[in-house]
């Protein structure tokens, strides 16, 4: 070990930069050669808004929630939500692409590699995150030709809340990763965490809605990291910064980014203490 | 299905945003409260209630004068029209309006006013300085909105059960032709060159376009919302844009403001305001149009150069009408 840790702090900045650029130009790879994988990132975010939202309609307008001044369209108070729902996919999905790598050993090209593994992780989390905002971008100039009317500034102020809850999810993808045995299972990730946090959270519906029908399925709502994803987005979108959402976000990017490097640490992870899988 | 495409890419949008300077003014904007008894003050710069007038019972028409000293306010249910003092903010006098005034229009002037007497079937003519009534003319079977040509010779008063626009000489004070519209009739506004009248009808759900000079319906348009029932549009008020290019229109239990091209008389957009929007009134500047939400107790604010709804402010219950300062 402390022989590594001699040779870590051999490299210069320089070469942690070729060894990001690679890992994001993998992930660049895999996503231009996928192409199914953009186009179902954008028809997934784009069949609830032409669909679900065009039948919603009419069920808000009844009253207005910061950061909105005025009564807005459902399909413009589920933007936020759906795009970080696309977020959410991403981050699982290439948690998906973890397990599959190290299915096949592409992963332990990835971790035999000198870097430490925490650079290794986060330039990974990093790659996806750049993934996801690409789609997110994507998905709104489709929205913005639908006709759901965003404050100019919010393409641009909404970025760095992408950014960030893009590598929350990214993390939390990963932290599965790590204790998901074969791509099979990715089903599960589907039932269990996909679906419960997108829909338990105030992406589809606003949170005062949510408590008037079950006080139960609000304070769920609240306990979810990815109302906090939502909201952060949803006001940066509009110029603003919802305090409460970023401290939450950010300390569960802390949280989930730990948990990952830990689960992914050869010596003290849950993939050593479970006897490891191929990688 | 209506896809609005735009021209613009998002990155244009931002260096137009960053062009425009923010548009600064300092209107008044005076809203009847007709469930309060009230009218609410709304500073436009602040976009807030500042001040809460107290006025008679069921205050809903609502005009403020040239000079924007005086506001004029039906107390419906005390059968009168009150004056407010805009200075000191509080009612200074009455003009006898004749039973359960709705609403009323002020000549340019703002020498007199042209009450509908709903009972009565008659149209009252106020003279704003004696504060007396000077004349009385009969119109159709419950007469409701009022409008007065811009150079002040022809005052256009509907009739929500006559289904009719009477056209009144005010010269002669005799109706000099009547057209008949769609069923129940409530807003009616001039084009600011005079050049046409619009009518609109709360149960057809259209407004109608009328020549004045030939006393013929020269289009009629039509309102559909996606997503709504055809019966909960219900064309209220009626008002122009500065320019004469834009008409906006109060659907009222569709929560919409229809905006009409007068050129083509096509739907250009509909915008979605606050519950039962009712009356509209414009900025003095041109660049905002106000809605009274009626059900949500709000006033929506639209950017007449965006065609977006910027804001909607709290004010008090049941909001009927609004009129701004000129100043």
Redesign the interface.
Known sequence: MSSTVATRRGFTPGQYLICLSGIVWREALRFTRQRERFVSALVRPLVWLFIFAAGFRQILGVSIIPPYQTYVLYEVYVTPGLMAMIQLFNGMQSSLSMVYDREMGNMRMLLVSPFPRAFLLISKLLASTAVSVLQVYAYLVVAWLWGVDLPPWGWLTVLPALALAGFMLGALGMLLSSAIRQLENFAGVMNFVIFPMFFASSALYPLWLVEQSSPVVYTICRLNPFTYAVELIRFALYMEIDWVSLAVVAGMTVVFTLGAILAYDPSRGLIARRGGGPG | M?????PLL?AA??I??LLAAPAAHAYTAYVTNERDNTVSVVDLDKQAVVKTIPVGQRPRGIAIAPDGKQLFVCASDDDTIEIIDTKTEKVVGDLPSGPDPETFALAPDGKQLYVSNENDAMVTIIDVASRKAIDQIPTGVEPEGMAVSPDNKVVVNTSETTNMAHFIDFATKKVVASVLVPPRPRGAAFKNDGSEVWVSSELGGTVTVIDPVAHKVTHTIHFTV???RADAIQPVGIAFSKDDSLVFVALGPA?RVAVIDTKTYAVKKYL????RVWHLALTPDGKEMLTTNGL?NDV??IDVADL?????IQVGRLPWGVAVSPQ
């Open positions: 209506q896809v609005p495409m735009k998002p949008s931002l137009a945003l996606q997503g709504l929560n979605l305001v606050g519950q949500t929506s604010v977006k709804v910027t804001k909607s």
